[in-house]
């Protein structure tokens, strides 16, 4: 389900202005809402998410675990983002349980974005759910937006979160 990406792409979406390492700015409570799909033909379905992140500077490491809502189910996620201190690659593991399973990120931090790509079969339907995905960060907002790999001009989804 590309939905579940998207709540992947969660997992990062915390942050302060900009900064060479937003993972430190990325640690709190987050409310988002929006909207995202399933599919890139699929419907825009409104989704609101809380997400708690917690930073581990000796490890340079970000967990994330929350929770999803779109009409009719709610989808529990956690995952981690590990950084290496003066280099903008990030490496990362993340979890749904009520979707995916578990699948590895790649991606960068700079400045107040932090980008990754996202790739999983949907187990159900063997669909191919990859996602770029890009978190912007200005104050205590986060503006998390996704895109189809395959054809990176359909929008798959766009939540806000707010502390």
């Given amino acids: 389900m590309c939905l579940v990406k998207v709540l992947t792409c969660c997992v990062v979406v ?3 202005p900009a900064v060479a390492d937003p993972f430190s700015n990325m ?4 409310n988002g809402s929006g909207w995202a799909r399933q599919s890139p033909q699929g ?3 409104t989704v609101r998410c809380r997400i708690t992140n917690t930073y581990d500077v000796a490890t340079n490491t970000l967990a994330v675990a929350g929770r999803c809502a779109v009409p009719g189910r709610k989808l529990t996620m956690s995952g981690t983002l590990n950084g290496k201190d003066g280099a903008e690659r990030i490496t ?4 749904n349980p009520d979707g995916i399973g578990s699948a590895g990120i790649v991606g960068i931090q700079r400045g107040n ?3 990754f790509n996202f790739s999983a079969i ?14 912007r960060i200005s104050g205590d907002t986060l503006l998390l937006r996704s895109t189809d790999r395959t ?5 798959m989804s766009k939540i806000e979160f707010a502390r």
């Fill in 14 to 16: 915390s942050a302060h």
């Fill in 27 to 30: 640690t709190g409570s987050w």
């Fill in 43 to 45: 419907p825009k379905e």
């Fill in 92 to 95: 990362g593991r993340w979890s």
């Fill in 113 to 115: 974005i932090v980008a």
């Fill in 122 to 135: 949907d187990p159900e339907t063997g669909r191919n759910l990859s996602q770029n995905v890009e978190w």
């Fill in 151 to 155: 054809n990176p001009t359909v929008a």
